[in-house]
T-cell receptor, first 109, second 116 residues
Framework: GIQVEQSPPDLILQEGANSTLRCNFSDSVNNLQWFHQNPWGQLINLFY???GTKQNGRLSATTVATERYSLLYISSSQTTDSGVYFC???????????FGTGTLLAVQP | NAGVTQTPKFQVLKTGQSMTLQCAQDMNHNSMYWYRQDPGMGLRLIYY???????DKGEVPNGYNVSRLNKREFSLRLESAAPSQTSVYFC???????????????FGSGTQLSVL
């Protein structure tokens, strides 16, 4: 099945800094999503992006399906951006959504 | 709109006890899912229901059963709880009908379960 790897595992930023989170997947996909899990455990869907680029405020995401990776950009980070960011990919024979182990982001004031 | 609602939020069980986690969504979604999240790991799919009346196994189905009661509700049952089932459980839903990899997932707030 699909393997999903995220990097970096941990990231500490000062408020106002920019960051890039990466998600690599091992096989072709027809589904790629990014989620944010806040410190209270709530999972929020950020992007559904099997290919191309999308932007939502200070966040944007790009998936290059042919090269099997996706990037999540956070600009002008705020303390409320803290939490864990998960990438999940699906496709292939089983078509199941597989989650990476996440990037733990801490934004300091 | 409440979105996806899970109950209970917290539960402590003794080994061998049984319990049912309830999930309901009000978005008229076709597909519903149960995931578990363990420390340092991503979410793993336990079971899913692509549409009302159907259920299928995910990555880690052993020790669990599910019921798609109607389009809104999808319950997860632990028949004989084991310490290895200590985890945070999330219910999710999506609009698509073709399985767990279609469309955006929307999650409930989670159930923290401890099995002693």
């Amino acid at each position: 099945g699909i393997q999903v790897e995220q990097s970096p595992p941990d990231l500490i930023l000062q408020e106002g800094a920019n960051s890039t989170l990466r998600c690599n997947f091992s096989d072709s996909v027809n589904n790629l999503q990014w989620f944010h899990q806040n410190p209270w455990g709530q999972l929020i869907n950020l992007f559904y992006i099997p290919s191309g680029t999308k932007q939502n405020g200070r966040l944007s995401a790009t998936t290059v399906a042919t090269e099997r990776y996706s990037l999540l950009y956070i600009s002008s980070s705020q303390t409320t951006d803290s939490g864990v960011y998960f990438c999940a990919a699906g496709g292939g024979a089983t078509n199941k959504l597989i989650f990476g182990t996440g990037t733990l982001l801490a934004v300091q004031p | 709109n409440a979105g996806v609602t899970q109950t209970p939020k917290f539960q402590v069980l003794k080994t061998g006890q049984s319990m049912t986690l309830q999930c309901a969504q009000d978005m008229n979604h076709n597909s519903m899912y149960w995931y578990r999240q363990d420390p340092g790991m991503g979410l793993r799919l336990i079971y899913y229901s692509a549409s009302e009346g159907t259920t299928d196994k995910g990555e880690v189905p052993n020790g669990y059963n599910v019921s798609r009661l109607n389009k809104r509700e999808f319950s997860l049952r632990l028949e004989s709880a084991a310490p290895s089932q200590t985890s945070v459980y999330f219910c999710a839903s999506s609009e698509g009908v073709w399985g767990p990899s279609v469309e955006k997932l929307f999650f409930g707030s989670g159930t923290q379960l401890s099995v002693l």
